[in-house]
């Protein structure tokens, strides 16, 4: 599968951003598209995912209430609504995919910038 991460951009404290994730080729069988950020000088951390199937979904604790991840299986695209931005969420955000539970997540699309300013 390829990943097609769109969506950044540079926002106010407060403000709001969505985040697309275009996913093509072998998409049929996904079981879950996650959303992850690396910000400078920090690790990458996990944001929120999606089933594929089912649609259910997880949060990072520092997104919950703020964010909300949500899917097109017709477009074969996964959305991150971010509301009540704050500079801490500046970071590039990658969004990933894998076909099992048990596996990590193994398809990386190429991130997209998000930038909070204060």
């Known amino acids: 599968v390829q990943l097609q991460a769109s969506g950044g951009g540079l926002v106010q404290t407060g403000g709001s951003l969505r985040l697309s994730c275009a996913a093509s080729?072998?998409?049929?069988?996904?079981?879950?598209m996650g959303w992850f950020r690396q910000a400078p000088g920090k690790e990458r951390e996990f944001v929120a995912s999606?089933?594929?199937?089912?649609?259910?979904?997880a949060y990072a604790d520092s997104v919950k209430g703020r964010f909300t991840i949500s899917r097109d299986n017709a477009k074969n695209t996964v959305h991150l609504q971010m509301n009540s931005l704050k500079p801490e969420d500046t970071a590039v955000y990658y969004c990933?995919?894998?076909?099992?539970?048990?596996?990590?997540?193994?398809?990386w699309g190429q991130g997209t910038l998000v930038t909070v300013s204060s």
């Open positions: 999606i089933r594929w199937s089912g649609g259910s979904t």
């Open positions: 080729g072998r998409t049929l069988s996904m079981y879950v």
């Open positions: 990933a995919a894998k076909y099992h539970a048990s596996s990590s997540y193994g398809y």
